[in-house]
Protein backbone atom coordinates (compact mmCIF):
# COMPACT_ATOMS: atom_id res chain seq x y z
CA UNK A 1 0.00 0.00 0.00
CA UNK A 2 1.34 3.39 -1.24
CA UNK A 3 2.17 5.81 1.93
CA UNK A 4 -0.02 8.94 1.86
CA UNK A 5 0.23 12.63 3.15
CA UNK A 6 -1.81 13.10 6.34
CA UNK A 7 -2.65 15.51 8.39
CA UNK A 8 -1.17 13.63 11.62
CA UNK A 9 2.06 13.75 9.50
CA UNK A 10 1.76 17.72 8.41
CA UNK A 11 4.51 20.52 9.07
CA UNK A 12 4.75 24.20 9.08
CA UNK A 13 7.68 25.66 7.47
CA UNK A 14 8.75 29.38 8.29
CA UNK A 15 10.43 30.45 5.25
CA UNK A 16 11.66 33.50 2.91
CA UNK A 17 11.39 33.72 -0.29
CA UNK A 18 11.99 36.10 -3.62
CA UNK A 19 8.88 38.24 -4.24
CA UNK A 20 9.08 37.02 -7.50
CA UNK A 21 5.14 35.29 -8.93
CA UNK A 22 5.85 31.66 -9.25
CA UNK A 23 8.41 31.27 -6.04
CA UNK A 24 4.82 29.59 -4.70
CA UNK A 25 4.20 27.44 -7.28
CA UNK A 26 7.99 26.63 -7.82
CA UNK A 27 7.98 25.62 -3.89
CA UNK A 28 4.63 23.46 -4.29
CA UNK A 29 5.72 21.85 -7.17
CA UNK A 30 9.18 20.92 -5.28
CA UNK A 31 7.37 19.41 -2.49
CA UNK A 32 4.72 17.48 -4.65
CA UNK A 33 7.86 16.06 -6.75
CA UNK A 34 8.65 13.96 -3.24
CA UNK A 35 5.03 12.74 -2.45
CA UNK A 36 4.14 15.48 -0.58
CA UNK A 37 0.80 18.39 -0.15
CA UNK A 38 0.68 21.84 0.54
CA UNK A 39 -2.43 22.38 2.13
CA UNK A 40 -2.14 26.04 2.94
CA UNK A 41 0.23 28.98 2.26
CA UNK A 42 0.33 32.16 4.91
CA UNK A 43 2.11 35.11 4.80
CA UNK A 44 3.28 36.41 7.70
CA UNK A 45 5.41 39.12 6.59
CA UNK A 46 6.31 41.22 2.68
CA UNK A 47 9.00 43.33 1.56
CA UNK A 48 9.74 44.92 -1.77
CA UNK A 49 12.22 42.29 -2.60
CA UNK A 50 11.10 39.22 0.11
CA UNK A 51 8.25 37.80 1.84
CA UNK A 52 7.88 35.43 5.26
CA UNK A 53 5.40 32.46 4.99
CA UNK A 54 4.43 29.67 6.51
CA UNK A 55 3.58 26.59 4.74
CA UNK A 56 1.60 23.61 6.00
CA UNK A 57 2.24 20.33 4.19
CA UNK A 58 0.81 17.01 4.93
CA UNK A 59 3.93 14.35 4.44
CA UNK A 60 3.37 10.65 5.19
CA UNK A 61 5.88 10.75 8.29
CA UNK A 62 9.44 11.95 9.84
CA UNK A 63 12.09 10.89 7.27
CA UNK A 64 9.47 12.22 4.38
CA UNK A 65 8.97 15.54 6.07
CA UNK A 66 13.00 16.17 6.17
CA UNK A 67 13.45 15.03 2.59
CA UNK A 68 10.59 17.70 1.29
CA UNK A 69 12.11 20.25 3.95
CA UNK A 70 15.09 19.18 2.22
CA UNK A 71 13.55 19.92 -1.53
CA UNK A 72 11.56 23.05 -0.15
CA UNK A 73 15.43 24.73 0.37
CA UNK A 74 16.41 23.35 -3.03
CA UNK A 75 14.45 26.09 -4.34
CA UNK A 76 16.75 28.99 -5.62
CA UNK A 77 16.40 32.17 -3.27
CA UNK A 78 14.13 30.40 -0.62
CA UNK A 79 15.69 29.97 3.07
CA UNK A 80 14.45 27.55 5.67
CA UNK A 81 13.49 29.14 8.97
CA UNK A 82 11.85 27.16 11.90
CA UNK A 83 9.86 23.95 11.35
CA UNK A 84 6.98 22.91 13.30
CA UNK A 85 5.54 19.39 13.70
CA UNK A 86 1.96 20.39 14.07
CA UNK A 87 0.98 16.85 16.08
CA UNK A 88 3.32 18.29 18.74
CA UNK A 89 1.58 21.38 18.46
CA UNK A 90 -1.76 20.19 18.71
CA UNK A 91 -0.27 18.56 21.99
CA UNK A 92 1.44 20.64 23.65
CA UNK A 93 0.68 21.36 27.58
CA UNK A 94 -1.47 18.43 26.78
CA UNK A 95 -5.28 18.05 25.31
CA UNK A 96 -7.41 18.33 28.06
CA UNK A 97 -8.56 20.44 31.69
CA UNK A 98 -10.84 20.62 34.59
CA UNK A 99 -12.98 23.60 34.91
CA UNK A 100 -15.61 24.53 37.41
CA UNK A 101 -19.22 24.37 36.42
CA UNK A 102 -19.94 27.06 39.36
CA UNK A 103 -18.84 30.55 38.91
CA UNK A 104 -16.57 31.38 42.40
CA UNK A 105 -16.97 35.25 42.17
CA UNK A 106 -16.96 36.00 45.84
CA UNK A 107 -17.04 35.17 49.27
CA UNK A 108 -20.64 33.76 49.42
CA UNK A 109 -19.41 31.60 46.25
CA UNK A 110 -16.87 29.94 48.09
CA UNK A 111 -19.35 29.16 51.41
CA UNK A 112 -21.48 27.30 49.05
CA UNK A 113 -19.29 25.36 46.26
CA UNK A 114 -16.50 24.65 49.82
CA UNK A 115 -16.54 25.16 53.28
CA UNK A 116 -19.06 25.51 55.34
CA UNK A 117 -22.03 24.82 52.96
CA UNK A 118 -20.31 21.49 51.30
CA UNK A 119 -20.25 19.99 54.77
CA UNK A 120 -23.94 19.22 54.79
CA UNK A 121 -23.60 17.50 50.73
CA UNK A 122 -21.11 14.90 52.51
CA UNK A 123 -23.40 14.28 55.25
CA UNK A 124 -25.91 13.41 53.35
CA UNK A 125 -23.96 11.37 50.97
CA UNK A 126 -22.66 9.42 54.49
CA UNK A 127 -26.40 8.69 55.08
CA UNK A 128 -27.44 7.49 51.25
CA UNK A 129 -24.24 6.93 49.64
CA UNK A 130 -26.54 6.43 46.30
CA UNK A 131 -27.03 10.41 46.53
CA UNK A 132 -23.75 11.07 45.40
CA UNK A 133 -24.49 10.33 41.43
CA UNK A 134 -26.50 12.89 41.95
CA UNK A 135 -24.65 15.28 43.83
CA UNK A 136 -21.05 14.31 42.24
CA UNK A 137 -19.62 14.54 39.28
CA UNK A 138 -19.49 10.69 39.98
CA UNK A 139 -22.56 10.51 37.72
CA UNK A 140 -20.82 11.34 34.55
CA UNK A 141 -17.40 10.26 34.63
CA UNK A 142 -15.49 7.73 33.49
CA UNK A 143 -11.86 6.46 33.83
CA UNK A 144 -9.88 5.67 31.15
CA UNK A 145 -7.59 3.00 32.59
CA UNK A 146 -4.42 1.79 30.75
CA UNK A 147 -0.99 0.27 32.13
CA UNK A 148 0.44 0.90 28.42
CA UNK A 149 1.29 -2.36 28.00
CA UNK A 150 -0.16 -2.66 24.52
CA UNK A 151 -0.72 0.63 23.11
CA UNK A 152 -2.00 0.06 19.45
CA UNK A 153 0.43 0.14 16.79
CA UNK A 154 3.31 1.10 19.79
CA UNK A 155 3.09 -2.21 22.13
CA UNK A 156 4.66 -1.93 25.36
CA UNK A 157 5.59 1.77 25.58
CA UNK A 158 4.59 2.35 29.45
CA UNK A 159 1.92 4.14 31.25
CA UNK A 160 3.83 7.79 30.85
CA UNK A 161 3.84 7.15 27.25
CA UNK A 162 0.36 5.71 27.10
CA UNK A 163 -0.99 9.25 28.45
CA UNK A 164 -1.66 10.91 24.89
CA UNK A 165 -3.73 8.28 23.68
CA UNK A 166 -5.95 8.44 26.72
CA UNK A 167 -5.84 12.30 27.22
CA UNK A 168 -7.33 11.50 23.44
CA UNK A 169 -10.10 9.35 24.17
CA UNK A 170 -11.03 11.27 27.40
CA UNK A 171 -10.97 14.20 24.80
CA UNK A 172 -13.67 11.80 22.26
CA UNK A 173 -15.66 10.61 25.29
CA UNK A 174 -16.43 14.18 25.58
CA UNK A 175 -16.98 15.77 22.06
CA UNK A 176 -19.32 12.91 21.33
CA UNK A 177 -20.97 12.14 24.52
CA UNK A 178 -20.31 15.01 27.44
CA UNK A 179 -18.64 12.06 29.07
CA UNK A 180 -16.56 13.67 31.45
CA UNK A 181 -13.56 10.97 31.28
CA UNK A 182 -10.28 10.98 33.29
CA UNK A 183 -6.93 9.44 32.06
CA UNK A 184 -5.31 7.01 34.26
CA UNK A 185 -2.06 5.39 33.62
CA UNK A 186 -0.70 2.81 35.89
CA UNK A 187 2.70 1.96 36.77
CA UNK A 188 1.54 -1.38 37.71
CA UNK A 189 1.64 -4.31 35.39
CA UNK A 190 0.64 -7.56 37.99
CA UNK A 191 -2.88 -8.03 37.51
CA UNK A 192 -3.11 -8.04 41.43
CA UNK A 193 -1.84 -4.75 41.43
CA UNK A 194 -4.05 -3.30 38.79
CA UNK A 195 -7.33 -4.85 39.90
CA UNK A 196 -6.35 -3.50 43.43
CA UNK A 197 -5.79 0.40 42.24
CA UNK A 198 -8.83 0.11 39.97
CA UNK A 199 -11.39 -1.08 42.84
CA UNK A 200 -9.52 1.60 45.30
CA UNK A 201 -10.26 4.25 42.57
CA UNK A 202 -13.89 3.37 41.55
CA UNK A 203 -15.90 5.10 44.33
CA UNK A 204 -15.43 8.47 42.38
CA UNK A 205 -16.31 6.99 38.99
CA UNK A 206 -19.76 5.70 37.47
CA UNK A 207 -17.99 3.40 34.96
CA UNK A 208 -14.41 2.15 33.77
CA UNK A 209 -12.80 1.90 30.29
CA UNK A 210 -10.05 -0.33 30.16
CA UNK A 211 -7.92 0.35 27.49
CA UNK A 212 -4.32 -1.31 25.45
CA UNK A 213 -3.64 -3.56 28.52
CA UNK A 214 -2.06 -6.59 26.94
CA UNK A 215 -3.31 -10.19 26.30
CA UNK A 216 -3.57 -12.48 28.40
CA UNK A 217 -3.87 -10.01 31.73
CA UNK A 218 -6.77 -8.09 29.90
CA UNK A 219 -8.95 -10.89 29.99
CA UNK A 220 -8.16 -11.30 33.93
CA UNK A 221 -8.45 -7.89 34.61
CA UNK A 222 -12.08 -6.97 33.43
CA UNK A 223 -13.39 -10.28 34.59
CA UNK A 224 -12.12 -9.64 37.81
CA UNK A 225 -13.48 -6.05 37.76
CA UNK A 226 -16.59 -7.28 37.15
CA UNK A 227 -17.42 -9.72 39.73
CA UNK A 228 -16.26 -6.74 42.13
CA UNK A 229 -17.22 -3.37 41.36
CA UNK A 230 -21.09 -2.33 40.72
CA UNK A 231 -20.48 0.12 37.98
CA UNK A 232 -19.82 -1.21 34.79
CA UNK A 233 -16.48 -1.99 33.54
CA UNK A 234 -15.63 -2.03 29.41
CA UNK A 235 -12.74 -3.34 28.14
CA UNK A 236 -12.62 -1.09 24.48
CA UNK A 237 -10.10 -2.80 22.84
CA UNK A 238 -12.55 -6.30 23.15
CA UNK A 239 -15.92 -4.80 22.97
CA UNK A 240 -15.95 -1.66 21.45
CA UNK A 241 -13.92 -3.10 18.50
CA UNK A 242 -16.45 -6.22 18.42
CA UNK A 243 -19.47 -3.88 18.38
CA UNK A 244 -18.40 -1.78 15.41
CA UNK A 245 -17.25 -5.05 13.68
CA UNK A 246 -20.75 -6.91 14.32
CA UNK A 247 -22.28 -3.65 13.39
CA UNK A 248 -20.33 -3.41 9.52
CA UNK A 249 -20.86 -7.10 9.38
CA UNK A 250 -24.28 -7.12 9.64
CA UNK A 251 -24.78 -4.21 7.13
CA UNK A 252 -22.08 -5.57 4.77
CA UNK A 253 -24.03 -9.15 4.90
CA UNK A 254 -27.13 -7.01 3.74
CA UNK A 255 -25.22 -5.46 0.78
CA UNK A 256 -24.46 -8.94 -0.74
CA UNK A 257 -27.84 -11.16 0.63
CA UNK A 258 -26.22 -13.14 2.54
CA UNK A 259 -27.37 -14.25 6.23
CA UNK A 260 -24.55 -14.10 9.28
CA UNK A 261 -25.44 -17.83 9.99
CA UNK A 262 -24.73 -19.22 6.94
CA UNK A 263 -21.20 -17.64 6.03
CA UNK A 264 -17.94 -19.12 6.61
CA UNK A 265 -16.33 -16.59 8.58
CA UNK A 266 -12.23 -16.38 8.73
CA UNK A 267 -10.16 -14.25 11.55
CA UNK A 268 -6.60 -13.37 11.82
CA UNK A 269 -6.07 -12.74 15.36
CA UNK A 270 -6.59 -14.79 18.81
CA UNK A 271 -5.87 -11.94 21.38
CA UNK A 272 -7.91 -9.14 22.91
CA UNK A 273 -9.91 -8.16 19.88
CA UNK A 274 -9.99 -10.96 18.53
CA UNK A 275 -11.36 -13.09 21.23
CA UNK A 276 -13.96 -10.55 21.79
CA UNK A 277 -14.99 -10.52 18.02
CA UNK A 278 -15.50 -14.24 17.92
CA UNK A 279 -17.44 -13.94 21.40
CA UNK A 280 -20.08 -11.40 19.91
CA UNK A 281 -20.12 -12.93 16.59
CA UNK A 282 -21.46 -16.18 17.75
CA UNK A 283 -23.78 -14.60 20.20
CA UNK A 284 -25.20 -12.82 17.24
CA UNK A 285 -25.90 -16.29 15.52
CA UNK A 286 -22.33 -16.86 13.57
CA UNK A 287 -22.14 -20.82 12.99
CA UNK A 288 -18.65 -20.94 10.91
CA UNK A 289 -16.08 -19.34 12.16
CA UNK A 290 -12.49 -20.23 11.96
CA UNK A 291 -9.66 -18.53 13.67
CA UNK A 292 -6.07 -18.22 12.84
CA UNK A 293 -3.09 -16.64 14.61
CA UNK A 294 0.58 -16.73 14.04
CA UNK A 295 0.88 -20.19 15.06
CA UNK A 296 -1.80 -21.03 12.33
CA UNK A 297 -5.59 -22.13 12.16
CA UNK A 298 -6.38 -22.65 15.94
CA UNK A 299 -8.33 -26.28 16.78
CA UNK A 300 -8.33 -28.94 19.81
CA UNK A 301 -5.49 -30.38 18.62
CA UNK A 302 -3.00 -27.71 18.03
CA UNK A 303 -0.13 -28.22 20.68
CA UNK A 304 -0.33 -25.63 22.03
CA UNK A 305 -4.18 -25.53 23.04
CA UNK A 306 -3.60 -29.36 24.06
CA UNK A 307 -1.01 -27.94 26.76
CA UNK A 308 -3.60 -25.52 27.93
CA UNK A 309 -0.96 -22.81 27.54
CA UNK A 310 -3.24 -20.49 27.12
CA UNK A 311 -6.92 -20.65 28.30
CA UNK A 312 -8.37 -18.44 26.06
CA UNK A 313 -7.13 -20.15 22.75
CA UNK A 314 -8.57 -23.60 24.50
CA UNK A 315 -12.10 -21.44 24.65
CA UNK A 316 -11.47 -20.71 20.74
CA UNK A 317 -10.75 -23.85 19.60
CA UNK A 318 -13.63 -25.39 21.51
CA UNK A 319 -16.31 -22.73 20.25
CA UNK A 320 -14.97 -22.39 16.48
CA UNK A 321 -13.60 -24.25 13.72
CA UNK A 322 -16.07 -27.01 13.32
CA UNK A 323 -14.61 -28.44 10.85
CA UNK A 324 -11.68 -29.29 12.18
CA UNK A 325 -9.65 -27.47 9.67
CA UNK A 326 -5.34 -26.94 10.34
CA UNK A 327 -2.95 -25.64 8.26
CA UNK A 328 -2.21 -21.26 7.94
CA UNK A 329 -4.45 -18.71 7.58
CA UNK A 330 -4.50 -18.84 3.51
CA UNK A 331 -5.48 -22.29 3.79
CA UNK A 332 -8.21 -21.27 5.61
CA UNK A 333 -9.28 -18.70 3.78
CA UNK A 334 -10.00 -20.22 -0.01
CA UNK A 335 -13.95 -20.53 -0.03
CA UNK A 336 -14.43 -17.94 3.02
CA UNK A 337 -17.26 -15.68 2.19
CA UNK A 338 -16.05 -13.20 5.07
CA UNK A 339 -12.40 -12.37 6.50
CA UNK A 340 -12.00 -10.15 9.62
CA UNK A 341 -8.29 -9.10 10.36
CA UNK A 342 -7.04 -7.94 14.06
CA UNK A 343 -3.80 -8.96 13.74
CA UNK A 344 -0.98 -7.39 11.69
CA UNK A 345 -0.25 -5.73 8.37
CA UNK A 346 0.87 -7.18 5.11
CA UNK A 347 0.35 -10.64 5.52
CA UNK A 348 -2.61 -11.31 2.90
CA UNK A 349 -2.19 -10.55 -1.05
CA UNK A 350 -4.51 -9.93 -3.45
CA UNK A 351 -4.25 -13.26 -4.95
CA UNK A 352 -5.15 -14.48 -1.48
CA UNK A 353 -8.71 -12.38 -1.73
CA UNK A 354 -9.04 -13.97 -4.82
CA UNK A 355 -9.59 -17.83 -3.31
CA UNK A 356 -12.95 -16.76 -1.16
CA UNK A 357 -16.14 -16.83 -2.39
CA UNK A 358 -18.29 -14.34 -4.67
CA UNK A 359 -19.08 -11.35 -3.31
CA UNK A 360 -16.61 -11.65 -0.52
CA UNK A 361 -16.77 -9.27 2.61
CA UNK A 362 -13.16 -8.28 4.15
CA UNK A 363 -11.96 -6.49 7.09
CA UNK A 364 -8.53 -5.51 7.48
CA UNK A 365 -9.07 -3.94 10.59
CA UNK A 366 -4.58 -3.82 11.68
CA UNK A 367 -3.32 -0.02 12.10
CA UNK A 368 -1.66 1.75 10.70
CA UNK A 369 -1.06 -1.14 7.95
CA UNK A 370 -4.09 -3.42 7.10
CA UNK A 371 -3.64 -7.24 6.77
CA UNK A 372 -4.23 -6.52 2.80
CA UNK A 373 -3.79 -3.61 0.75
CA UNK A 374 -7.43 -1.93 0.24
CA UNK A 375 -6.85 -1.21 -3.33
CA UNK A 376 -5.62 -4.95 -3.77
CA UNK A 377 -8.47 -6.77 -1.97
CA UNK A 378 -10.80 -4.48 -3.46
CA UNK A 379 -10.21 -6.04 -6.89
CA UNK A 380 -11.59 -9.43 -5.70
CA UNK A 381 -14.17 -8.22 -2.55
CA UNK A 382 -17.43 -6.90 -2.96
CA UNK A 383 -16.84 -5.39 0.57
CA UNK A 384 -14.09 -3.77 1.94
CA UNK A 385 -13.50 -2.20 5.12
CA UNK A 386 -10.35 -1.00 7.62
CA UNK A 387 -9.41 0.67 10.45
CA UNK A 388 -8.30 3.69 8.19
CA UNK A 389 -9.44 6.88 7.72
CA UNK A 390 -8.09 7.57 4.01
CA UNK A 391 -10.22 4.69 3.05
CA UNK A 392 -14.13 3.81 3.16
CA UNK A 393 -15.84 1.87 5.31
CA UNK A 394 -13.56 3.16 8.49
CA UNK A 395 -14.41 0.71 11.29
CA UNK A 396 -13.62 2.96 14.49
CA UNK A 397 -14.56 2.60 17.83
CA UNK A 398 -15.51 6.17 18.62
CA UNK A 399 -18.58 5.08 17.14
CA UNK A 400 -19.19 2.82 19.99
CA UNK A 401 -17.74 4.08 23.21
CA UNK A 402 -19.15 6.92 23.85
CA UNK A 403 -22.38 5.86 23.06
CA UNK A 404 -22.69 2.79 25.22
CA UNK A 405 -21.66 4.90 28.56
CA UNK A 406 -23.84 7.81 27.59
CA UNK A 407 -26.35 4.65 27.88
CA UNK A 408 -25.03 2.83 30.41
CA UNK A 409 -24.72 6.29 32.89
CA UNK A 410 -28.35 7.77 32.06
CA UNK A 411 -29.49 4.17 33.01
CA UNK A 412 -27.50 4.35 36.28
CA UNK A 413 -26.22 0.94 35.37
CA UNK A 414 -24.06 -1.12 37.60
CA UNK A 415 -22.69 -3.70 35.10
CA UNK A 416 -23.15 -4.35 31.09
CA UNK A 417 -23.46 -7.92 29.64
CA UNK A 418 -24.01 -9.15 26.46
CA UNK A 419 -27.51 -8.19 25.61
CA UNK A 420 -26.03 -4.59 25.64
CA UNK A 421 -23.16 -5.35 23.38
CA UNK A 422 -25.58 -6.54 21.11
CA UNK A 423 -28.20 -3.81 21.30
CA UNK A 424 -25.31 -1.42 20.64
CA UNK A 425 -24.58 -3.32 17.52
CA UNK A 426 -27.97 -3.81 15.93
CA UNK A 427 -28.52 0.25 16.82
CA UNK A 428 -25.29 1.50 14.84
CA UNK A 429 -25.56 -0.52 11.89
CA UNK A 430 -29.54 0.53 11.47
CA UNK A 431 -27.97 4.37 11.31
CA UNK A 432 -27.53 3.38 8.35
CA UNK A 433 -30.56 3.45 6.16
CA UNK A 434 -31.52 1.18 3.03
CA UNK A 435 -31.41 4.07 0.88
CA UNK A 436 -27.68 4.78 2.42
CA UNK A 437 -26.56 0.99 2.29
CA UNK A 438 -23.93 0.46 -0.37
CA UNK A 439 -20.31 -1.41 -0.68
CA UNK A 440 -18.30 1.67 0.07
CA UNK A 441 -20.95 3.14 3.16
CA UNK A 442 -21.85 0.14 5.42
CA UNK A 443 -20.78 2.06 8.77
CA UNK A 444 -21.36 5.66 9.50
CA UNK A 445 -18.91 8.35 9.64
CA UNK A 446 -17.72 9.09 13.09
CA UNK A 447 -19.00 12.74 12.64
CA UNK A 448 -22.22 11.56 12.19
CA UNK A 449 -24.79 13.23 14.56
CA UNK A 450 -26.95 10.19 14.78
CA UNK A 451 -24.34 7.43 15.96
CA UNK A 452 -23.82 8.10 19.30
CA UNK A 453 -27.16 9.17 20.09
CA UNK A 454 -28.45 5.66 19.09
CA UNK A 455 -26.02 3.54 20.51
CA UNK A 456 -26.47 5.38 23.71
CA UNK A 457 -30.55 4.76 23.32
CA UNK A 458 -29.92 1.41 22.31
CA UNK A 459 -27.65 0.52 25.67
CA UNK A 460 -29.64 3.00 27.94
CA UNK A 461 -33.29 0.42 26.93
CA UNK A 462 -31.18 -2.92 27.61
CA UNK A 463 -29.73 -1.68 30.73
CA UNK A 464 -33.07 -1.13 31.99
CA UNK A 465 -34.74 -3.63 30.91
CA UNK A 466 -31.70 -6.26 32.71
CA UNK A 467 -32.90 -4.14 36.37
CA UNK A 468 -36.77 -4.71 35.20
CA UNK A 469 -35.87 -8.34 34.72
CA UNK A 470 -33.75 -8.42 38.30
CA UNK A 471 -30.09 -8.76 37.50
CA UNK A 472 -27.52 -6.69 39.05
CA UNK A 473 -28.29 -3.09 38.90
Known sequence: MSPVPSVSNSITVRLEMPARVNAVSEISTAVSDVGGMVTAVDISDSGTERLQADLTIATYGTDHAAEVVEAIGAVDGVEIGRVSDRT??????????VKSKLPIRNRDDLSLVYTPGVAKICQAI???PEDARSLTIKRNTVA?????SAVLGLGDIGPLAAMPVMEGKAALFKRFADIDAFPICLDAHDTDEIVR??????????GIN???ISAPRCFDIEARLRRELDIPVFHDDQHGTAIVALAALKNS???????????????SGAGAAGSAIIRLLLQAGAKDVIVADVDGIVHAGRADVVRGDNGNLAWIASQTNRGLETGGLKDALAGADVFIGVSAGNIL?????????????VFAMANPVPEVDPVEAGKHATVVATGRSDFANQINNVLVFPGVFRGLLDAASDHIDDDMLLAAAEALADVVSADELNPTYIIPSVFNPQATKAVAQAVEKAARAAKQDGEPS
Open 253 to 267: LRVVHKELGAVKIVM
Open 210 to 212: LED
Open 197 to 206: IVKAISPGFA
Open 144 to 148: VVTDG
Open 349 to 361: TGDDIATMNEDAI
Open 126 to 128: AER
Open 88 to 97: FLAHLGGKLE
